[in-house]
């Protein structure tokens, strides 16, 4: 069964400083990796989309990378600004599963 | 933003009522994706849809029921609301279920008491 994981479950940082959260899964079959952000009371908008083929995605001041052999993305925000505050959230399909799984998130908050 | 909405965005109920919870789409997506988020859970697989009648079971199927019967509504029931479907619950959609983004609804809060 596929398990995914993020470390840590909450996360402050000043703003302005680069910051990187961690994703991991157990089961490397993967057919692509998503990373969502989620207000508090909303629901999950989605940011970055990683096909297994590639090894990152960049979306302006966002960057995620996938390590499909070692069961491992980060999520890269550069010059990290108080609207970045949210739970990040990442999930996997695996191949043959039409399902996304996901990690319980990490709740960042950026301090002014 | 994707249109997906939910209905009823919020709903207290009585344990042992039945609940449907409405999911509507106008980007005519193929896959259509039942969630519920709990504190320590994550989002979790109720059931999901891969076609108008075609469904199947996730994760956390017991006690839920789905229907699809138009391209763009997907239906959840609960058949007797127990306490322990309290929850948050968000429909999603994907126009292809491998390799597709997903795009979520804003998301019904259900108390059950």
């Known amino acids: 069964k596929q398990e995914v994981t993020q470390i840590p479950a909450a996360l402050s940082v000043p703003e302005g400083e680069n910051l990187v959260l961690n994703c991991s899964f157990t089961d490397s079959a993967i057919y692509n990796l998503q990373w969502f952000r989620q207000d508090p009371g909303k629901g999950l908008t989605s940011l970055l989309l990683?096909?297994?083929?590639?090894r990152e995605q960049t979306s302006g001041r966002l960057n995620a990378s996938l390590d499909k052999s070692s069961g491992r993305s980060t999520l890269y925000i550069a010059a990290s600004q108080p609207g970045d505050s949210a739970t990040y959230l990442c999930?996997?399909?695996?191949?043959?599963?039409?399902?996304?799984?996901f990690g319980t998130g990490t709740r960042l908050t950026i301090i002014p | 933003d994707a249109g997906i909405t939910q209905s009823p965005r919020h709903k207290v109920t009585e344990t042992g009522t039945p609940v449907t919870l409405r999911c509507h789409q106008t980007?005519?997506?193929?896959?259509m994706y039942w969630y519920r988020q709990d504190p320590g859970h994550g989002l979790r697989l109720i059931h999901y849809?891969?076609?108008?009648?075609?469904?199947d079971k996730g994760e956390v199927s017991d006690g839920y029921s789905v229907s699809r019967s138009k391209t763009e509504d997907f239906l959840l029931t609960l058949e007797s609301a127990t306490s322990s479907q309290t929850s948050v619950y968000f429909c999603?959609?994907?126009?292809?279920?491998?390799?597709?983004?997903?795009?979520f609804g804003p998301g019904t809060r259900l108390t059950v008491t």
């Open positions: 999603a959609i994907s126009e292809s279920g491998l390799g597709g983004t997903a795009y």
């Open positions: 990683i096909q297994s083929s590639q």
């Open positions: 980007e005519n997506h193929r896959y």
């Open positions: 849809s891969y076609g108008v009648k075609d469904t």
């Open positions: 999930a996997v399909t695996a191949f043959g599963n039409e399902k996304l799984t």
